[in-house]
């Protein structure tokens, strides 16, 4: 009679580390062997030993094997008694009549189906040869012991993204198609002259290498401006600003096709200079690029295969305008809104591209006087609106802005800010704005749209009452039919923190990126939320504490991967950084 092997799982505990059971219904012996496999990618890396269980014991009365895993926290190659959180005992058989022996086989797991992170795998066979090796022939069953990733722990060590030199980096911004394929630019200065660079990530490759795609004499007056938009094919277009020779600021644009690279460097806007420039890429890679000229918001249009538009005003009336902001849904059409001055105030206007008809239409206000949205007389204080646009691919589009009010009622005055939203539904236009939050100070929202209609709106939120602490991240989310639901913090930790960036999927999946201060220097952290778990601990994901770290950004693919940028100074530069959160 061939032994019979009994399972026993004691002393369970998994803050890191996930085991995937398979059934093991060997019999073991032998003892003593032990393996961690090699971290992958700054992911805790977990490891295992086995010792032989003598006869007697109360679970095994036959003796057996003791099977011990946990997280190897020193990187020693060897599970130490401190780090064991599980182990299992897999018991010799009662009867043992046959002379045969149960054995127990470690090795590494890589990356892959069975442990998306690596781990241990577990071989337990009947040594039937009798040669005290476990062959693979003999392997009856396998368990596996992975490395865990949660929305807390399971950030990859961070790598350089752009050049390693003593060049700085300015103005950093991230973007990416649904597909998870990514561009970073940025401006570096290198030896007095201003360059934009560039760097592409692609899914199961990593980033590629970063390339100059313009260089040339900026002056450090200017605000180096910087937009980059991927669309579904692959096709990404980077904008910025640059001083002309005649003093004017100018637009540029580079254009990346998938096979071809970078096409070359060209102005948009010379003659008549333009400032602020955004930019959106559709599934076909047609390009939409917006700037404000003087005091108006003018776009031009990039078909493959025709080029670029001439330059067209899509603002009207206007006497003052600032930071257009512009996307497009799967058929082309184009959203594009801006906050625009209006006698003492400024509100939020927007235009629309129609990709059948191939015109632009009517500029429409879409933020209504303050007596009209809550029937009191108030007094707009805000000048800077951050008004921010979004649109899924059947052209659903939610904006968002900031702002602030003050009501004056005899000697007592409030002041306040709020976050307003507006929804655009095709065939029936923009909706009725209303405030999503008022509170005492939140600023800088962002927004994304789901293919559902869904969207999320993130935004610094500056105190919390009756809580002592300083500014966090609070995130709201629209269902349709159900309207905003209720703000949630994500992250309220002491400091002050700032810069929010959003991104989602379609499967429900959220990755918020951000600044905080923590009295020293200003650092980057994250969050990250599916639907089975729900919000996870901000992690923080660069450790250099020596100086700062800023201007973060994140793309998420339809499988929750997640990849987030930012800058790092290093006391001597500063570089460009990533890190990544694999998907289990």
Known sequence: MKPVATLLFHAVRLPVVTIAFLGLAACSGGGGSAVAPPPAGGDPSVAARTSTIAPGDADCPAGGVLVETGIDENANGVLDDAEVDTSEKVCHGSDGADGLDALIALSPEPAGDNCPGGGVRIDAGIDADGDGSLDPAEVTQTEYVCNARDASGSWQEPTL???????????LWLGANGSGTAVAVWVQEDDGLWGVWANRYEPGAGWGGAEEIWTGPIPERVDPRVRVAVGADGTAVAVWNLRGEGGDLEVWTNRYEPGTGWDGAKSLAAADGGALPCVAVDAEGNAVVVWVVNKGVW????????GWSPAKEVSTGAT?????????????????VWQQEEGEDWYVWANR???????????????????DMVGIDFQWLEEDLRPQVAVNTDGTAVAVWQNAYIETTGTYTTTAAVIGANRYEPGVGWGHAEWIVSSVDVETPQVVVTDDGAAVVVWQHEGFPNTGLDAGVVLKRYEPDVGWGREIPIETGAGGSANPRVAVNDNGNVVVVWERFDGARTNIYANRYDLASGWGMPALLETNNLHSALEPAVALDPDGNALAVWRQDTGTSVHVWSSRWPAP
């Not at 993204?161 to 103005?171: L, T």
């Not at 776009?299 to 025709?306: H, L, M, N, Q, W």
């Not at 003052?320 to 594009?336: E, H, K, L, Y």
């Open 161 to 171: 993204a752009g050049p390693d030199n003593d060049s700085p980096v300015e103005a």
């Open 299 to 306: 776009a031009s249009r990039y078909e493959p295969g025709v």
């Open 320 to 336: 003052g305008v600032g930071r257009p902001q512009v996307a497009v849904d799967g058929s082309g059409n184009a959203v594009v």
């Open 353 to 371: 591209y129609e990709a059948d008809a191939g015109r632009w239409g009517t500029a429409e206000r879409i933020e209504p006087e303050v007596v």
